[in-house]
């Protein structure tokens, strides 16, 4: 039987697996990482857990033993309270301004009120009666019963007079034609 054997038909033999990869095989997290050290394609380079702490030197996360146990925490703890208190005193620095450049608007706007003011109250003693000193709201002397020189006065002192006037025709109408 072995000697018709054609030498160019050869078995695949595969070693058998130990029990423990057998089992490796069934757990999915085992699965997954012989996966990725089967990996090829440049998409993740796998690194293993016992050398997670020996980064390479040229890598980000890479510090020399130097730098790893030479801290001085006291400094550094120091350095970072003194950059939180210079943060703080900019915060009140800048709520000062704030604060200042509004109560410049605010008084601004006050002063300007009050020359608004200032303008309607000379606008208005100007044009109108109100607000002048001493000048009663009729055009003649409330006491003496004088008229004012002023061109008011004559008016209503050639009204009175036209009324004086109409009250004598009248008057004398009635005379006339009660006789």
């Known amino acids: ?3 018709n054997r054609d030498d160019n038909m050869k078995f695949n033999n595969i070693a058998p697996r130990p029990r423990e990869e057998r089992a490796a095989l069934k757990d999915k997290e085992k699965i997954e990482e012989y996966r990725l050290k089967q990996r090829i394609g440049g998409y993740h380079k ?10 390479d030197p040229v890598s980000s996360h890479f510090i020399s033993e130097a730098e790893r146990f030479d801290k001085d925490f006291a400094s550094f703890d ?11 005193l900019e915060v009140i620095e800048r ?3 704030e604060k200042f450049e ?3 608007h605010r008084w601004k706007y006050m002063d300007e009120e009050e020359d608004r003011n200032k303008h ?5 003693n100007e044009h109108y009666l109100t607000g002048k000193k001493n000048k009663g709201g009729a055009a003649y002397n409330v006491i003496s019963l004088e008229y004012d020189g002023s061109t008011e006065g004559q008016r209503l002192q050639r009204r009175d007079d036209d009324a ?16």
Do not use: C, G, T
Request: no cysteine.
């Open 46 to 55: 796998y690194v293993d857990n016992a050398q997670i702490s020996q980064p």
């Open 95 to 97: 709520k000062r301004v």
């Open 164 to 179: 004086k006037v109409r009250a004598l025709v009248r008057s004398k109408n009635i005379d006339m034609r009660s006789n």
């Open 78 to 88: 120091k350095k970072k309270r003194e950059e939180e208190h210079q943060k703080k």
């Open 102 to 104: 509004r109560d410049l």
């Open 1 to 3: 039987f072995f000697e």
């Open 120 to 124: 309607r109250l000379e606008y208005m």
